[in-house]
């Protein structure tokens, strides 16, 4: 009898520290904000100071200082505002970094500040794109269009980064271009997509794998925690054709995110010439929560340096600076694409 | 089929907060029972003797992961378990062998049905138990035990970072007690059980480090973390009744199960308290050593 009550309590006593243990809470934990326009205007406030990634770069070049950004936009906030109302103060405070990447989506809207790209001229025709293209242009995947110019010049668009060019479709496209003597292609007002569509169309431009840029991700809560950096290699597609000719990438303040990626991948690479205006940026890999009403809020979480240590957050600088010219436009004419066409037409003359 | 989910999830979540504080098997040993004599309904297993019970589960859960969101999800929840007991040679320290099998499936939605997560999860959990007492009213078994979990929670409001995952490889300690008893000149069993990993690997990632980072790159590493009931609390309780019904034993039971981890500086609670109903079947292992 007596070991049995032993035994009992025993293992009753284990079973109690056990359950203290199980019920420790951290401050972390506990740190929950109550469905108020004041809790969610903390918990967005709060989210963003422990996981966004730019805030001294954001500092450094706009001023924005995050703990003054809460004081001043915790004075709009109160517990009798409209839902819509306390969107707009909402998004107004994440606008304040300037990041396309920083939205906020509610049922009724997205908040975004698009400031990087509108702030500029555009740079960019879709009517002129068109007349260039023609109507007998190959669609060579979602949002990958190519035709070969009259001064036998390869012009390859691709509007956007969604989706994945095949490497059928590349080994085809460089096949039908395999006389031409450049290659131009205009990326201008790609907003983005998958990093690795961005990544795997740059890797058919390279003969040797080299790395293009660094990134690391944030450890922790404070500013400037972030990991060690990892670098990116380039490594060349192997299994499919490469392209070793002049290239002319054309960009403008509308290439955003992956087109960003891809803009300073290029950039790296010996044969390929950025013409046009500075990238709009987006260095920083996107993640997303969610605010105590529903609301999700995207932000920048892990930032990329290009190959030499620049931080690509505000753009890609072109290597040679452009802008639309009004009198070509008159004339029915892209001063972009003719640029690129004299510049790979020159190095014909001049190698 | 929506009240039944209403109901069972009202239900279930009323059980397990109360029985979050102090496991069923706790206040049961520590209370003087007043139980009859054995009773046919429920023994340990003989030597090369298996028992083992196949049930349904259905309940709710519930899950807040800061990797993925700030808020707090739940829902109803349905799965499948596979409970079983072995005896092995009397002489032995740890004479009995378990184990516990199960995979559930959960769709839960945040307070203001804004936003749904998914939940997947499996774990397997196997004991070695010695008889710490015996005897024709009551079976306590204790010993050491390791346990698999992971459950997987997919945000389907998130766009880069969708899924997470939480989960362990830990060894832990495991109590089970049977106490047999008639009610209203029915004879039944009573059986609970509690597990508690002490020491293992738990997997989260490193803060924000993206799932991407550890694919791409092959950093894993920082992912894995040494994990203690200080910063991986996780139990199972299982509480359950045997009842004989025409020649068929059947087991009508409530288990809980929780992980409230803080690895990689974010916290997980997940837990999901499902009510079981199985049968069990006993059966004559082969003679391994003959």
Redesign the interface.
């Given at each position: 009898m007596k070991r049995?009550i032993y035994?009992?309590l025993t293992?009753?006593v284990?079973?109690?520290l056990?359950?203290v243990?199980?019920?420790?809470k951290?401050e972390?934990?506990d740190m929950?904000?109550s469905?108020t326009p004041a809790g969610n205007f903390l918990?967005l406030w709060t989210?963003m100071d422990e996981?966004y990634c730019f805030f001294d770069l954001k500092k450094e070049q706009l001023g924005v200082d995050w703990d003054e950004v809460q004081e001043r936009y915790a004075a709009s906030i109160s517990n009798e505002m409209s839902s819509k109302s306390l969107f707009e103060v909402l998004c107004s405070m994440i606008g304040e970094l300037r990041d396309g990447h920083v939205n906020l989506?509610s049922?009724y809207d997205y908040g975004r500040n698009w400031s990087w790209k509108t702030d500029y001229p555009s740079n960019y025709s879709a009517d002129l794109r068109e007349k260039y293209l023609g109507k007998d242009y190959v669609i060579a995947g979602d949002g990958y269009f190519y035709r070969i110019l009259d001064d036998n010049i390869g012009y390859l668009v691709v509007e956007s980064f969604g989706s994945f060019i095949s490497s059928n479709r590349i080994n085809v496209m460089f096949g039908n271009m395999l006389l031409c003597n450049g290659l131009i292609i205009d990326i201008r007002d790609n907003g983005g997509g998958d990093l690795r569509a961005a990544e795997f169309l740059a890797s058919h431009f390279t003969e040797k794998s080299l790395p293009v840029s660094y990134?690391c991700?944030?450890?922790?809560?404070g500013h400037n925690?972030f990991?060690k950096l990892?670098t990116n290699i380039l490594t060349p597609a192997k299994e499919d054709m490469r392209w070793i000719k002049p290239v002319v990438l054309l960009t403008n303040r509308g290439c955003f995110s992956s087109a960003n990626d891809f803009a300073f991948t290029m950039k790296a690479l010996e044969n390929v010439t950025l013409m046009g205006d500075t990238t709009g940026g987006g260095g920083g890999?996107?993640?997303?929560?969610?605010?105590?009403?529903?609301?999700?809020v995207?932000f920048s979480?892990?930032p990329t340096y290009d190959s030499e240590m620049n931080d690509v957050e505000f753009g890609v600088a072109p290597d040679i600076r452009l802008d639309m010219d009004d009198d070509d436009i008159k004339a029915g004419k892209d001063t972009y694409i003719e640029r690129a066409r004299k510049f790979i037409n020159d190095k014909l003359v001049n190698p | 089929m929506k009240i039944i989910q209403k109901i069972l999830t009202m239900v279930s979540s009323r059980c397990s907060d109360e029985l979050s504080?102090?496991?069923a098997?706790?206040l049961l040993?520590?209370l003087p029972v007043s139980a009859l004599a054995q009773s046919g309904v429920w023994y340990l297993p003989e030597h090369n003797e298996t028992v083992r019970v196949i049930s349904v589960a259905a309940g709710n859960a519930f899950a807040r992961d800061?990797y993925?969101?700030?808020?707090?999800y739940d829902g109803w929840a349905i799965g499948l378990e596979g409970d079983s007991w072995t005896g092995y040679r009397p002489d032995r320290l740890f004479s009995y062998g378990r184990s516990l099998s199960s995979v559930f499936f959960s769709p839960m939605t945040?307070?203001?049905?804004?936003?749904s997560t998914l939940e997947a999860g499996i774990s397997d959990y196997l004991a070695f138990l010695w008889p710490?007492?015996r005897n024709n009213r009551q079976d306590?078994l204790?010993g050491p035990s390791a346990m698999f979990k992971a459950n997987v929670l997919y945000?389907r409001?998130?766009?880069?970072?969708p899924v997470n995952g939480a989960g362990y490889l830990a060894g832990g300690?495991s109590?089970d007690y049977s106490l047999r008893f008639s009610l209203l000149r029915y004879d039944m069993a009573m059986q609970a059980t509690?597990y508690?990993p002490l020491a293992g690997l738990g997997f989260a990632p490193?803060?924000?480090?993206?799932y991407?980072?550890m694919y791409n790159?092959g950093?894993y590493g920082?992912a894995l973390h040494f994990i203690t009931?200080?910063n991986n609390?996780?139990?199972l309780q299982q509480v359950a009744f045997v009842l004989p019904c025409r020649g068929t034993r059947f087991r009508v039971g409530y288990s809980f199960d929780?992980i409230?981890n803080?690895l990689g500086?974010?916290?997980r609670?997940i837990f999901n308290g499902m009510f079981t109903i199985g049968c069990a079947l006993r059966f004559q292992n082969k003679e391994w050593n003959q």
């Open positions: 049995e035994i009992r293992a009753s284990v079973l109690i056990l359950m243990a199980c019920s420790q951290t972390r934990e929950e904000f469905n918990s989210i996981r989506t049922p990134s991700y944030k450890t922790g809560p925690d990991s990892y890999l996107p993640m997303s929560s969610e605010l105590p009403n529903g609301w999700v995207r979480s892990a | 504080g102090l496991s098997a706790l040993m520590l800061t993925l969101s700030a808020s707090r945040n307070r203001l049905d804004g936003g710490a007492i306590l204790i945000n409001q998130n766009s880069n970072n300690l109590v509690f508690a490193d803060y924000d480090q993206p991407w980072y790159y950093d920082k009931p200080f609390p996780a139990f929780y409230g803080r500086g974010h916290s609670n």
